[in-house]
T-cell receptor, first 119, second 116 residues
Framework: GAGVSQSPRYKVAKRGQDVALRCDPI?????LFWYQQALGQGPEFLTY????????KSGLPSDRFFAERPEGSVSTLKIQRTQQEDSAVYLC?????????????????FGPGTRLLVL | RKEVEQDPGPFNVPEGATVAFNCTYS??????FFWYRQDCRKEPKLLMS?????NEDGRFTAQLNRASQYISLLIRDSKLSDSATYLC?????????????????WGLGTSLAVNP
């Protein structure tokens, strides 16, 4: 079946511009995660949804970052007034189970990411 | 100190070599452990979960030592196609709006280059 998809794959924004990044998780996956990966770094957690509920947004770096998943499927990560330090790859992942069991069944499947460059 | 630490490498090894990566974690609330593989400019993909008893998948063996809080990955008979970054991932327990949740904490990754 189809995997996680993200769009756009690449985005160039001028500093101060607002951007919206879309994630289509695997159909039926309950949990959805957003990560930020800077060059040479591992992914850094941003936020987590269980269906439409945003249960953890502790990783969002500032109030310029906002995420939603209104119908429990597609999610959008919005960055307002982009800054150069926002340049990174934004990865979305989904998993089948609730993010509470702690077991291997919580395997996260990643989309290809959106590569954001803020000039 | 980062919660999950790995030697970034790079590890340069010839084809057929055996190579081992180690990873240490600091949070004793860590519940589950994984190795992910990430190719250049691609998304991470699960390589294997790591169990306390140790587990093997073909040429790959993962070990977990809870007492010392480290995880290892051993690759035997390395292939050119094994060249990638290997990310150590720890699932820790957090307390959120819905009670107990968990969060994946990622290491920076260890870069492996297998040479002909």
């Amino acid at each position: 079946g189809a995997g996680v998809s993200q769009s756009p794959r690449y985005k160039v924004a001028k500093r101060g511009q607002d951007v919206a990044l879309r994630c289509d998780p695997i159909s039926g996956h309950v949990s959805l995660f957003w990560y930020q990966q800077a060059l040479g770094q591992g992914p850094e957690f941003l936020t987590y949804f269980q269906n439409e509920a945003q249960l953890d947004k502790s990783g969002l770096p500032s109030d310029r970052f906002f995420a939603e998943r209104p119908e429990g499927s597609v999610s959008t990560l919005k960055i307002q007034r982009t800054q150069q330090e926002d340049s990174a790859v934004y990865l979305c992942a989904s998993s089948h189970t609730l993010h509470t069991s702690g077991g291997a069944e919580e395997t996260q499947y990643f989309g290809p990411g959106t590569r954001l460059l803020v000039l | 100190r980062k919660e999950v630490e790995q030697d970034p490498g790079p590890f340069n090894v010839p084809e057929g070599a055996t190579v081992a990566f180690n990873c240490t974690y600091s949070n004793s609330a860590s519940q589950s452990f994984f190795w992910y593989r990430q190719d250049c400019r691609k998304e991470p993909k699960l390589l294997m979960s790591v169990y306390s008893s140790g587990n093997e998948d073909g040429r790959f063996t993962a070990q977990l030592n809870r007492a010392s809080q480290y995880i290892s990955l051993l690759i035997r008979d390395s292939k050119l196609s094994d060249s990638a970054t290997y990310l150590c991932v720890v699932n820790i327990r957090t307390t959120g709006r819905a009670g107990n949740n968990r969060k994946l904490i990622w290491g920076l990754g260890t870069s492996l280059a297998v040479n002909p």
